[in-house]
């Protein structure tokens, strides 16, 4: 498994407990001489305080579950684990289910893989204006749909859909909770009990199951795919058109490439084509970038401005890859088929609160005042210079007896950019006992450290660690090679 690949999960550390003394083939007379009650167990620390502080009913369930697991371990029903041997373990294991029943699981970890767009991990860090957004609005209400001049009813697709024309040069826009939903809306609104061409080396799937053909025929679209998986020419599509077609569609193929004998047309031909056909170009970009990804020595990811010089009608691309800001997908273009998106109803289904809102469109301002290769996480991480991130790294070493510095890679991930990698300076940790085992005593730290293996040692990217996550960053890594 490489830690390139975006939807792979993550390994987990199994947890080790310890065995008792049973009989072989236990009855269920014997699981019930072993077992204590339920009120037995509650009486037991640190059972007793997690009930007096949680309450009776939280540290029952606790009892009641443990028991349950303890009776299907000693009946052998239970896979893998052995019995605990203890009341006191028993006891234990009740209190730590119980806090854990009211402590939030989804908690910060510190991401130290170098893959900058990271799915498992939520993808990219906010930039600070958009974490201010948020946290000014959350606790309070807002206009999100109330017109403070008229005093009338507002849309909320308002407050974004301005900063997008300024930003884009976009007639319209609208915002939905990701890009997935932003295809589906776009197919459904434009397209629906008609035809959409696409070029066969685009009939792709992204990631996560979604695969275009499927999206294509829930929009109630028919795909008409044409040209083949390696060569499409501009006749392909002309040749496709007929009656019942909508529109042209390119969807970038964002996490593969085909190389070698390849031929494909590019957006501003289907573009030209749709115009002179009065059919709707559609772009599905992905990622779609706003800044050139080639001035970092990477391909150029198609970029958002692109699109739109191309005469595109309408371009579907995530908020929450290259953009950087909240999970959310844009549907950007011309007035007319935008506002159709709008009117659908589908758009009630998929429409975003006013903190994805408020968000996107502090991220977006950053782009407009020209900040963004600043004040944002994703492009700090993938601009920061090689010396930057040699320097980090060897003053990580200089504090962590036994680790040395090695030179690797890091990715952009997020289905962007595939096979491409930024050179980076790992932190390498001393080789003490097995890699995976390190790497489950740092996803133990609080927050959770993420690492990889790389020649079977542990390493850390900095590009990835934000600076403001050193220090504990540090002192966990300690804990765990101490
Ligand atoms: C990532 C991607 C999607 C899905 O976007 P989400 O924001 O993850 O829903 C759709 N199409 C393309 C080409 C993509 O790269």
Known sequence: MSVYDEDANLVHGAASISSGSMPASPSRADVARLLPSVDEL??????ASAQSQLG???ALRAARRVLQRQREVILGSAATASPRDDI???AQDAADLAWQAVTPSLQPVINATGVVIHTNLGRVPLCQPAIDAMAKLAGGYTNLEFDLNSGGRGDRQDHVQETLREVLGVEA??????????????LTALARG????????????????????????????????????????????????????AALMRVHASNFRVIGFTAGVEIEEVARLARERRLLAIDDLGSGSLIDTSQFELIREPM???SVAAGVDVICFSGDKLLGGPQAGIIAGRREPVERCKRDPLMRAMRTDKLTMAALQATLLEYLKGRALETLPVWRMISAPLDALRRRAEAWAAQLP???????????????????????????????????????ALRRCRPAI?????DDAVVLDPRTVQPAEEATLLSGISSVIS
Do not use: C
């Open 42 to 47: 509650l009486k037991r620390e640190p059972l």
């Open 56 to 58: 009776h009913e939280i």
């Open 88 to 90: 006191e373990a028993l």
């Open 173 to 186: 826009a609208v915002v939905v909770n990701n890009n997935a939903s932003a295809v589906l809306l776009a």
């Open 194 to 245: 008609k035809e959409v061409i696409v070029s066969r080396g685009q009939a792709v799937e992204i990631g996560g199951g979604f695969r275009i053909p499927d999206v294509m025929r829930r929009s109630g679209a028919k795909l008409v795919e044409v040209g083949t998986t390696n060569r499409t020419y501009l006749r392909d599509y002309e040749t496709a058109i007929g009656e019942r077609t």
């Open 304 to 306: 958002v401005q692109h």
């Open 402 to 440: 036994g680790s040395d510095t090695v030179a690797g890679r890091s990715a952009v991930g997020g289905g962007s950019l595939p096979q491409e990698t930024l050179p980076t300076v790992l932190l390498r940790l001393p080789r003490q006992g097995s890699p995976q085992r390190q790497l489950a």
């Open 450 to 454: 993420i690492a990889r293996v790389q």
